[in-house]
């Protein structure tokens, strides 16, 4: 990463981290993008370039590009329920490194009714990334269908031990969630 795209992203975490904060303190209907802008020290036109929309703001993260980077490192003979499954739970052990500001995006996603609406199509571009580093190089409908499938349902299933996870202040292994939703799910330990 070169000097320019660092800065870039060290502005994006300072208007992401004020905008987590204001959110949480004052609410997400009541916290402008202007607000965000004076607290992060951007004009609001940065704000809006790095986050083209209020819910950007708590929703953005590398986690499809991290995940689809992080499959091929799992064997290709083990079943896709499992490398899907153990992407998963790497990619989202990586990508809570700051618990308290992964806590407060996912505290934010369950109680915001039009956060947890956009969070489902943030799923779906999180399957999509998975269906595509599954399927690369192949054209095999069965193995999309199959891959989609297995991609869902992981989704679901972490989606799930995220939510334990946040009810309980991150208090709980996170890693030990995952292997016991997808154990009780799919019958076997990541």
């Known amino acids: 990463m070169n000097l320019r795209e ?4 060290e502005t994006r975490l300072t208007i992401q981290r004020q905008a987590v904060r204001l959110f949480t303190e004052r609410g997400y209907a009541a916290t402008t993008v202007d607000e965000v802008a004076t607290a992060a020290g951007v004009a609001a036109m940065t704000v809006y370039r790095h986050f083209p929309t209020k819910e950007d703001l708590v929703l953005y993260d590398d986690f499809d590009h991290l995940a689809a980077a992080a499959l091929p490192e799992i064997p290709a003979d083990e079943p896709l329920v499992v ?3 153990r992407t998963l ?3 989202y052990e990586q990508a809570i490194a700051d618990k308290e500001f992964h806590l407060a995006r996912l505290r ?3 109680s915001t009714p039009a ?3 956009r969070h489902l199509d943030s799923q779906y571009s999180t399957q999509e990334a998975l269906v595509t580093a599954v399927c690369a190089g192949s054209d ?3 193995l999309e269908f ?3 499938a297995a991609a869902s349902a992981c989704l679901g ?3 799930i031990a995220l939510l334990r996870w946040a009810a309980e202040d991150g208090s709980p292994d996170l890693r030990k969630l995952f292997e016991e939703a997808f154990t009780t799910t799919f019958g076997h330990i990541l």
């Open 6 to 9: 660092r800065r870039r992203a």
């Open 83 to 85: 490398r899907i499954g």
């Open 89 to 91: 739970a790497a990619t």
């Open 108 to 110: 934010l996603m369950i």
């Open 115 to 117: 956060l947890r609406a």
């Open 140 to 142: 095999d409908a069965a």
């Open 146 to 148: 199959q891959a989609r």
């Open 157 to 159: 299933v972490a989606h």
